[in-house]
C-alpha cells in the first residue's frame, strides 16, 4: 500500500511511476517526463499523474483504470479527444462517483445521446451521414458528462493547465490539449495523426461526398497544431511523435498534395460543364429531350443532373437506362409525348446501374403504370429490393422514405447478352464507385456505346478533367477491386461514347478514359503513401467485419439470424476474435466468433440473436475486433429493433 501520507507528492509519483513500469503494463514514453504514462488497449490512454492522483486522456478498453486503482492511484477525471468507440468503450468499468468525465462540448450529443446518429429508416438530412450511412461511431451506450469543454479553453487540474484547442477532421467536434511540462511543448491529439506523418484511418474523415469537408477540416486542424509549435504530440494509436514539428509539417504537405486527386474529376460548379458542348445532339419535338443517335436519346440540358435516357427500337418498344430525381407527372407527361412525337409504343424494361437510389426513384411508378420490368446485374438485387439491410451511401430508402420494396424481374450475369428487338445488349460487372454496379454496352447506329453510370463524367477534351466520380468508402469501393477495374475495363472496351448517368454525354473518350485510368492507379497509391497499415484497405474500408442485414428486427422471444463478415486484405492467414457487445437482455449463438481467414478472402458466419427482457427500440451492437493479437476494439456496429411480436416496422 502506498502511504500517500507519509510521502511528498513528487516521490508519491516515482514510487508509482516505478511500480506501474515493472508491471509492464505502463510506460513512460516520454525522456525527462516521468509523470506522464502510457497503457495501450484498444487506443493509447494517456495517464498525467500529480502524486497519487491521474488524469486519463482517451480510455480505451478500460483496463487502464483497474491497473491505475490496484496500485493506489485515484483517476480523478477522463477526458476524451473524440466520441470514437474504441477510445472509450471501457466507460462500464469506471467509478462515475470517483472518475469525472469531459469532452469537446461539439461532441457531447454523440456521448449523450448516441443512438440519435444510428437510425432505422436514414434519410439525406440526418445529422454525420455521407447520403443516409453515418460517418461517426458513438458509444453503445449514453454516457453522462460531468463536463464539457470549449474551444480555446484553459482546463485545470492540480498542477496541470490543459488548453484545450477545436481539431476537427478525424471527428466532427475532435479536440486536442496542449500542456507544458518539464520544458516540453506536448499535445494529445487523438486520432489526428498517426506516427510517420500519416492518417490513423480514411473512414472517419469521409463527411461528405467527395467535396473534402472532412479532408479540409483536418488540413485546417494539422495547421492550427503546426502553429502551437509542438515538441511531442501523444496520438490514441501507435506511438508517440516526437519530433512532432516536423511531422506535422511533412504530414499537413501530403494532406494538400492528396486533395486534388481526392476531389471529384470534374467540375462540380456547373452540371454542364461535365461534358462536351458540340453538334452530338439534336433537338427533338420535345423541349426536354434531345437526340443522341437515331435511336438514343437523353434529357437537355435543362434537366441536368436528372438520370434519364432511352433507347426506342425500330418497333417503338423502349428500353430505360436508369430514370430518377424528378417527379411522376412529368415522366407520364413525356412518356406520352414520346409516343407521340418519337414512335415510343412502350417502355418494356428499365435497366439499373448500380445501387443508388437516386437512379430508380421512378421504378415503382414505372411499373405500376406503365408495366415496365426492372433489369439489373444480380449483384446489385439486393441493396435494390431490401436497401436497409445495408449500411452503404445513397440508398433508395435515403431518397424515398416511403419505399417498400421493388423487386428486380430480371437479375443478369455478369457477361450476359440480352437480344432485345434485334440488339444484343451486353451487360458487364463494372465496379468504380461501388462495386454494385455494371456496365451496359451495345453496338447502336454505327456507335459503340457504353452505359456507366455514375463513375466518370468529365468533358473529354478538357485535360485537367480524369472524371472521376466521388471517392467514397461507404459505398463499398476498394481501388483494387473498384475504379482501378472499372476504368481498366472500360480502356479495354474502347466505346466510341460514353453515356455516364446524371445527363453527361462523353464523346472521343479515348484520351479521358487514358486518364481516368492513370488516377485510379495514383490514388490508390496516395492512400498506401497516407495510411499506416501496410495492407492499407483496413484503415480505409468500414466494412472488413460486417453484418448482413445490418438492420435485424428482432420481435421479442424469437429468433433472428445475421451473417458476420470476416475479411482478410493480407497475403497471409488472419486470426480473430470478434466479440458481440450485447445489450442487457439479448443473447446470441455465438457471442464469440473465433476463427482463421485465408489469404485475400472472406468468411462467413452465422449468429443466432434473441432478445427477452430487454429494453424497447433501437439498439447498437458493436463488434469488439481483436486481429492477430491487436485489439482495434469496437470498431464498427449493427443495429437490431427489439419489439413486441407482431408490431409492423417502422
Same mark, same amino acid.
Given at each position: 500500500?502506498?502511504?500517500?501520507? +507519509?510521502?511528498?507528492?513528487?516521490?508519491?509519483?516515482?514510487?508509482?511511476?516505478?511500480?506501474?513500469?515493472?508491471?509492464?503494463?505502463?510506460?513512460?514514453?516520454?525522456?525527462?517526463?516521468?509523470?506522464?504514462?502510457?497503457?495501450?488497449?484498444?487506443?493509447?490512454?494517456?495517464?498525467?499523474?500529480?502524486?497519487?492522483?491521474?488524469?486519463?486522456?482517451?480510455?480505451?478498453?478500460?483496463?487502464?483504470?483497474?491497473?491505475?486503482?490496484?496500485?493506489?492511484?485515484?483517476?480523478?477525471?477522463?477526458?476524451?479527444?473524440?466520441?470514437?468507440? %474504441?477510445?472509450?468503450?471501457?466507460?462500464?468499468?469506471?467509478?462515475? &462517483?470517483?472518475?469525472?468525465?469531459?469532452?469537446?462540448?461539439?461532441?457531447?450529443?454523440?456521448?449523450?445521446?448516441? =443512438?440519435?446518429?444510428?437510425?432505422?429508416?436514414?434519410?439525406?438530412?440526418?445529422?454525420?451521414?455521407?447520403?443516409?450511412?453515418?460517418?461517426?461511431?458513438?458509444?453503445? %451506450?449514453?454516457?453522462?458528462?460531468?463536463?464539457?469543454?470549449?474551444?480555446?479553453?484553459?482546463?485545470?487540474?492540480?498542477?496541470?493547465?490543459?488548453?484545450?484547442?477545436?481539431?476537427?477532421?478525424?471527428?466532427?467536434?475532435?479536440?486536442?490539449?496542449?500542456? #507544458?511540462? @518539464?520544458?516540453? /511543448?506536448?499535445?494529445?491529439?487523438?486520432?489526428?495523426?498517426?506516427?510517420?506523418?500519416?492518417?490513423?484511418?480514411?473512414?472517419?474523415?469521409?463527411?461528405?461526398?467527395?467535396?473534402?469537408?472532412?479532408?479540409?477540416?483536418?488540413?485546417?486542424?494539422?495547421?492550427?497544431?503546426?502553429?502551437?509549435?509542438?515538441?511531442?504530440?501523444?496520438?490514441?494509436?501507435?506511438?508517440?511523435?516526437?519530433?512532432?514539428?516536423?511531422?506535422?509539417?511533412?504530414?499537413?504537405?501530403?494532406?494538400?498534395?492528396?486533395?486534388?486527386?481526392?476531389?471529384?474529376?470534374?467540375?462540380?460548379?456547373?452540371?454542364?460543364?461535365?461534358?462536351?458542348?458540340?453538334?452530338?445532339?439534336?433537338?427533338?419535338?420535345?423541349?426536354?429531350?434531345?437526340?443522341?443517335?437515331?435511336?438514343?436519346?437523353?434529357?437537355?440540358?435543362?434537366?441536368?443532373?436528372?438520370?434519364?435516357?432511352?433507347?426506342?427500337?425500330?418497333?417503338?418498344?423502349?428500353?430505360?437506362?436508369?430514370?430518377?430525381?424528378?417527379?411522376?407527372?412529368?415522366?407520364?407527361?413525356?412518356?406520352?409525348?414520346? #409516343?407521340?412525337?418519337?414512335?415510343? &409504343?412502350?417502355?418494356?424494361?428499365?435497366?439499373?446501374?448500380?445501387?443508388?437510389?437516386?437512379?430508380?426513384?421512378?421504378?415503382?411508378?414505372?411499373?405500376?403504370?406503365?408495366?415496365?420490368?426492372?433489369?439489373?446485374?444480380?449483384?446489385?438485387?439486393?441493396?435494390?429490393?431490401?436497401?436497409?439491410?445495408?449500411?452503404?451511401?445513397?440508398?433508395?430508402?435515403?431518397?424515398?422514405?416511403?419505399?417498400?420494396?421493388?423487386?428486380?424481374?430480371?437479375?443478369?450475369?455478369?457477361?450476359?447478352?440480352?437480344?432485345?428487338?434485334?440488339?444484343?445488349?451486353?451487360?458487364?460487372?463494372?465496379?468504380?464507385?461501388? %462495386?454494385?454496379?455494371?456496365?451496359?454496352?451495345?453496338?447502336?447506329?454505327?456507335?459503340?456505346?457504353?452505359?456507366?453510370?455514375?463513375?466518370?463524367?468529365?468533358?473529354?477534351?478538357?485535360?485537367?478533367?480524369?472524371?472521376?466520380?466521388?471517392?467514397?468508402?461507404?459505398?463499398?469501393?476498394?481501388?483494387?477491386?473498384?475504379?482501378?477495374?472499372?476504368?481498366?475495363?472500360?480502356?479495354?472496351?474502347?466505346?466510341?461514347?460514353?453515356?455516364?448517368?446524371?445527363?453527361? =454525354?462523353?464523346?472521343?473518350?479515348?484520351?479521358?478514359?487514358?486518364?481516368?485510368?492513370?488516377?485510379?492507379?495514383?490514388?490508390?497509391?496516395?492512400?498506401?503513401?497516407?495510411?499506416?497499415?501496410?495492407?492499407?484497405?483496413?484503415?480505409?474500408?468500414?466494412?472488413?467485419?460486417?453484418?448482413?442485414?445490418? /438492420?435485424?428486427?428482432?420481435?421479442?422471444? #424469437?429468433?433472428?439470424?445475421?451473417?458476420?463478415?470476416?475479411?482478410?486484405?493480407?497475403?497471409?492467414?488472419?486470426?480473430?476474435?470478434?466479440?458481440?457487445?450485447?445489450?442487457?437482455?439479448?443473447?446470441?449463438?455465438?457471442?464469440?466468433?473465433?476463427?482463421?481467414?485465408?489469404?485475400?478472402? /472472406?468468411?462467413?458466419?452465422?449468429?443466432?440473436?434473441?432478445?427477452?427482457?430487454?429494453?424497447?427500440?433501437?439498439?447498437?451492437?458493436?463488434? @469488439?475486433?481483436?486481429?492477430?493479437?491487436?485489439?482495434?476494439?469496437?470498431?464498427?456496429?449493427? +443495429?437490431?429493433?427489439?419489439?413486441?411480436?407482431?408490431?409492423?416496422?417502422?
Amino acid at each position: 500500500m502506498f502511504q500517500r501520507i +507519509l510521502f511528498p507528492a513528487a516521490i508519491v509519483a516515482t514510487m508509482l511511476v516505478a511500480a506501474l513500469a515493472a508491471a509492464e503494463i505502463i510506460e513512460t514514453p516520454i525522456e525527462g517526463v516521468p509523470d506522464i504514462l502510457l497503457h495501450r488497449s484498444t487506443c493509447n490512454a494517456w495517464v498525467l499523474l500529480d502524486g497519487a492522483a491521474a488524469l486519463v486522456v482517451n480510455l480505451g478498453d478500460g483496463s487502464v483504470i483497474g491497473e491505475l486503482v490496484a496500485r493506489g492511484v485515484t483517476p480523478e477525471w477522463i477526458l476524451f479527444t473524440d466520441h470514437h468507440r %474504441e477510445v472509450c468503450q471501457g466507460m462500464p468499468r469506471v467509478d462515475r &462517483t470517483v472518475t469525472k468525465v469531459a469532452t469537446p462540448a461539439a461532441e457531447r450529443d454523440l456521448f449523450e445521446r448516441p =443512438l440519435a446518429f444510428r437510425t432505422w429508416r436514414p434519410s439525406l438530412g440526418d445529422a454525420h451521414t455521407v447520403h443516409g450511412a453515418s460517418y461517426v461511431r458513438p458509444p453503445a %451506450e449514453p454516457i453522462p458528462l460531468d463536463r464539457a469543454l470549449d474551444d480555446g479553453e484553459v482546463f485545470t487540474w492540480r498542477s496541470y493547465e490543459i488548453r484545450c484547442n477545436a481539431t476537427p477532421g478525424t471527428s466532427p467536434g475532435g479536440m486536442s490539449y496542449v500542456i #507544458q511540462r @518539464d520544458g516540453k /511543448r506536448i499535445a494529445l491529439t487523438g486520432a489526428l495523426v498517426h506516427d510517420g506523418a500519416r492518417m490513423t484511418n480514411w473512414f472517419d474523415t469521409e463527411w461528405d461526398y467527395g467535396f473534402g469537408k472532412g479532408l479540409d477540416a483536418l488540413i485546417a486542424s494539422v495547421a492550427t497544431l503546426r502553429a502551437a509549435e509542438l515538441d511531442v504530440a501523444l496520438p490514441s494509436h501507435g506511438p508517440a511523435i516526437h519530433d512532432a514539428r516536423a511531422q506535422l509539417a511533412r504530414y499537413q504537405d501530403r494532406l494538400v498534395a492528396f486533395r486534388p486527386d481526392y476531389l471529384r474529376g470534374y467540375p462540380v460548379d456547373d452540371l454542364v460543364k461535365r461534358r462536351r458542348v458540340d453538334g452530338t445532339v439534336t433537338p427533338t419535338p420535345i423541349p426536354q429531350i434531345v437526340r443522341v443517335t437515331p435511336r438514343l436519346y437523353k434529357f437537355a440540358d435543362t434537366l441536368a443532373g436528372k438520370n434519364f435516357a432511352i433507347i426506342i427500337a425500330d418497333s417503338g418498344r423502349g428500353l430505360l437506362l436508369d430514370c430518377g430525381l424528378f417527379p411522376t407527372t412529368l415522366l407520364d407527361e413525356l412518356v406520352e409525348a414520346m #409516343q407521340t412525337h418519337l414512335g415510343l &409504343t412502350t417502355i418494356d424494361a428499365l435497366w439499373i446501374n448500380h445501387m443508388h437510389g437516386d437512379h430508380f426513384t421512378l421504378g415503382s411508378h414505372l411499373k405500376a403504370r406503365h408495366g415496365t420490368k426492372i433489369w439489373t446485374l444480380d449483384r446489385i438485387v439486393g441493396p435494390v429490393e431490401n436497401p436497409l439491410a445495408y449500411d452503404y451511401c445513397a440508398l433508395i430508402t435515403s431518397y424515398d422514405p416511403t419505399y417498400t420494396g421493388l423487386r428486380v424481374d430480371r437479375p443478369l450475369r455478369d457477361g450476359e447478352v440480352v437480344r432485345w428487338e434485334g440488339l444484343d445488349l451486353h451487360v458487364d460487372w463494372m465496379p468504380g464507385q461501388t %462495386e454494385f454496379g455494371n456496365c451496359l454496352w451495345l453496338e447502336l447506329d454505327g456507335k459503340k456505346i457504353a452505359f456507366t453510370g455514375d463513375n466518370l463524367f468529365a468533358d473529354p477534351t478538357d485535360p485537367d478533367q480524369n472524371g472521376h466520380e466521388a471517392v467514397v468508402a461507404r459505398n463499398s469501393a476498394i481501388f483494387e477491386e473498384g475504379y482501378m477495374l472499372g476504368s481498366r475495363y472500360l480502356l479495354d472496351l474502347a466505346p466510341d461514347l460514353v453515356m455516364g448517368a446524371h445527363n453527361v =454525354l462523353m464523346t472521343e473518350p479515348h484520351a479521358l478514359l487514358v486518364r481516368y485510368r492513370a488516377w485510379s492507379e495514383r490514388i490508390a497509391a496516395r492512400y498506401r503513401e497516407l495510411l499506416p497499415d501496410p495492407d492499407y484497405e483496413y484503415d480505409f474500408d468500414p466494412f472488413w467485419v460486417s453484418a448482413f442485414p445490418y /438492420r435485424v428486427d428482432l420481435p421479442e422471444g #424469437q429468433w433472428r439470424e445475421v451473417t458476420v463478415t470476416v475479411r482478410n486484405f493480407r497475403d497471409r492467414p488472419q486470426r480473430h476474435v470478434i466479440r458481440l457487445r450485447l445489450p442487457d437482455g439479448v443473447t446470441a449463438e455465438p457471442e464469440v466468433l473465433e476463427g482463421t481467414v485465408e489469404p485475400k478472402s /472472406r468468411e462467413r458466419f452465422t449468429v443466432r440473436l434473441r432478445a427477452e427482457g430487454a429494453a424497447l427500440g433501437v439498439r447498437m451492437i458493436p463488434f @469488439d475486433i481483436t486481429l492477430d493479437n491487436d485489439h482495434h476494439g469496437e470498431l464498427f456496429d449493427f +443495429l437490431v429493433r427489439i419489439h413486441a411480436p407482431g408490431e409492423a416496422a417502422p
